[in-house]
């Protein structure tokens, strides 16, 4: 997309690849030293008294995990700075890129805060310390603070790059222009500096001062502005466009209208009066799937639907995707919409067992899990099917402007014999004639 031939640091990519198996390893493992029974917290006190070895083992696979982390988001920032073509300006930078940007100097500075306490607690469970242990003196929120520090961000790590997934997908298929492509830039920026602080809110009732709970109110408030930046600016790119329902759009307007409830959820969950009343209950669970199911994973679809063709040269089934795509609508919303209802109620998550009360509810968001479940058959035959016999995709099916599509499907291994000119912007629809290159000159060419 920024027309690299490969990554600045191909074998740094690669052992931040290879840091995740060893991880999981170690994760799967741990079940046959008793499992880690702290949840995925690992709050202590309770995670230095249960299943050490275990714990020690979610520990390392943990830190190996950011370890990746940490690689892969230098290797990004370094490609993206350093590598994009010289005839890119940074106004035509692809917004998944600037996403993508976002991302990686947020988890550049958040990660290595979880791996340090982290790597302290495994100090209390193996080696006589005592910074979390409250009998010896040690204070169990300042882990809060150090894992809330990284596991906040954690979430607009998971769905930044999902928003630049909706930048891409939204004006190829609604033939149009982006709508403030400079604001939608600078907000994921923007996101990324105030999502450094506003991590506190999930400790409300974890007995933090009041000014501390005015301060982060108001911090949560406010992330939620370049949040709306962006949903405005694709709102108004698909007004009176010419829409193309692609499975890859159903996909991508379905996670505006999920994103946009789970959001307003989390506005509330962000107060501190609001959210000591639904502290730990479902309604916690529905706000946090409607953004990172209905955000993330319908993100991923769309991402899928929209690059299958030119990951694999072949286009994908549209009647099963459009299928594949009502079942999960439908099955979101029937499993997590009933949630803020038991949450209000009161119920408690983490229980295995709820008061006969919430029986009804609880039944109608099983039937929604089990819909969201087979909703994965159609998708998976599709994959397989197009994967192996779906019909030619050529090198740009969607008429797109942005610099991918200007390769071969599949491309090359180094992407392009010479590098590519830019000569007009990558959301120029309407100003450029529908399916002319992004391209039409190579920097030998130029050169010469």
Request: charge should be neutral; hydrophobic fraction near 50%; aromatic fraction near 14%.
């Amino acid at each position: 997309m920024v027309g690299a031939r490969d990554m600045a640091f191909p074998k740094l990519n690669a052992v931040a690849f290879w840091l995740n198996p060893p991880a999981g390893a170690l994760v799967l493992g741990s079940f046959f030293f008793g499992g880690s029974q702290s949840g995925w917290t690992a709050y202590p006190p309770l995670s230095l008294v249960t299943a050490n070895t275990a714990q020690s083992m979610w520990i390392l696979a943990i830190v190996l995990v950011g370890s990746s982390s940490i690689l892969g988001s230098l290797n990004f920032v370094v490609t993206i700075w350093k590598m994009k073509v010289p005839s890119m300006k940074w106004d035509e930078l692809p917004l998944f890129c600037w996403a993508i940007l976002a991302t990686s100097l947020l988890a550049l500075v958040s990660t290595p805060v979880l791996a340090a306490g982290l790597v302290l607690l495994l100090f209390d469970i193996n080696f006589g310390t005592s910074f979390f242990k409250p009998d010896a003196g040690g204070n169990v929120v300042i882990y809060q603070h150090l894992f809330w520090f990284y596991s906040h961000p954690a979430v607009y790590l998971m769905i930044l790059p999902i928003f630049g997934i909706l930048s891409e997908v939204i004006p190829v298929h609604a033939r149009k222009p982006i709508f403030g492509y400079k604001a939608i830039a600078y907000s994921s920026l923007a996101i990324c500096v105030v999502g450094l602080f506003v991590w506190v809110h999930h400790m409300f009732t974890s007995g933090t001062p009041g000014w501390m709970r005015m301060f982060f109110t108001i911090s949560t408030l406010i992330v939620a502005v370049p949040t709306g930046i962006k949903i405005f600016s694709w709102v108004a790119t698909l007004w009176q466009g010419k829409i193309r329902y692609t499975s890859a759009m159903l996909f991508a307007i379905g996670l505006l209208m999920m994103f946009v409830l789970g959001g307003i959820g989390g506005v509330t969950l962000g107060t501190a009066p609001f959210d000591g009343h639904v502290h730990d209950t479902y309604y916690v669970v529905a706000h946090f799937h409607y953004v990172l199911f209905g955000g993330s994973v319908f993100g991923i679809y769309a991402a899928i639907y929209h690059w299958f063709p030119k990951m694999t040269g072949r286009m994908m089934n549209e009647t099963l995707g459009k299928i594949h795509f009502v079942l999960t609508f439908i099955g979101t919303n029937l499993t997590f919409l009933p949630m803020h209802e038991l949450g209000l109620q009161g119920m408690p998550r983490r229980v295995a067992m709820y008061d006969p009360q919430f029986e009804a509810i609880n039944q109608l968001c099983t039937y929604g899990a089990y819909l969201l479940a087979i909703s994965v058959i159609p998708f998976t035959l599709n994959i397989l099917w197009s994967w192996n016999a779906g019909a030619k995709a050529g090198d740009n099916p969607w008429n797109a402007l942005t610099l991918e599509w200007t390769t071969s499907s599949p491309p090359a291994i180094e992407n392009w014999e010479e590098l590519p000119i830019i000569t007009h912007g990558p959301y120029d629809y309407g100003t450029v004639t529908e399916g002319e290159p992004l391209t039409t000159s190579t920097e030998a060419e130029a050169t010469a």
